[in-house]
């Protein structure tokens, strides 16, 4: 019994919220009609202001075509020469033996004699590599499992290693996060249409 009277007050209470609800808004629907609408006074603010786009001066860059672009390039862009290039990065180095030493340290097979780094300085050179072209699990994987200590390097290439160690360990948590993402994406893709298959 008690029940019953707790869900019949709770009925009475919600007719009685909705009826004052609708009395409510037919006064102010009722008020709002009988007032005349107020134009907007100039020191009243609209909600979209019409804005005038500043122009830039001269110097500056503006939103369109910079005129002083040419000028700029020509005083302080030179041609490129091979004779006075002293940007020098070295080239991916054996790709495919730094990937065949690297999948079989993944996979825990051993690896084949001719794919492994010959000294410390040649693997820190592949995590170097590694880091650079975005394989950042096998400079990971390089680094932790590679086999070789680098006590024998210089202070400064000890430092650099270190570094691209941990970019590359911050990188391939996130290139796994995008994987999984993906493969969690792609498996929803399909279930949805084997779903829509079956029920066609």
Request: net charge positive.
């Amino acid at each position: 019994m008690a029940t019953l009277r707790g869900a019949g007050e709770a009925q009475r209470f919600y007719k009685i919220i909705v009826t004052y609800i609708y009395i409510r808004s037919q006064q102010i629907f009722k008020r709002s009609n009988g007032m005349p609408k107020r134009k907007p006074s100039i020191h009243q603010p609209s909600l979209f202001p019409k804005r005038i786009i500043p122009q830039m001066p001269d110097d500056y860059y503006s939103s369109g075509p910079n005129p002083n672009l040419r000028r700029f390039m020509e005083e302080h862009v030179k041609p490129y020469d091979t004779a006075t290039d002293d940007y020098h990065v070295p080239p991916f180095d054996k790709p495919r033996r730094i990937k065949h030493f690297a999948n079989a340290l993944i996979d825990g097979v051993p690896s084949i004699e001719r794919d492994e780094p010959e000294n410390a300085a040649t693997q820190a050179d592949w995590i170097r590599q590694c880091r650079r072209a975005g394989l950042f699990e096998f400079g990971r994987v390089l680094y932790e499992k590679g086999g070789l200590r680098f006590d024998e390097l210089s202070e400064e290439t000890q430092l650099l290693v270190e570094e691209d160690y941990q970019i590359c360990l911050g990188r391939s948590g996130e290139v796994e996060k995008e994987k999984w993402a993906k493969r969690k994406k792609k498996v929803e893709q399909t279930r949805l249409f084997q779903f829509q298959e079956e029920t066609q």
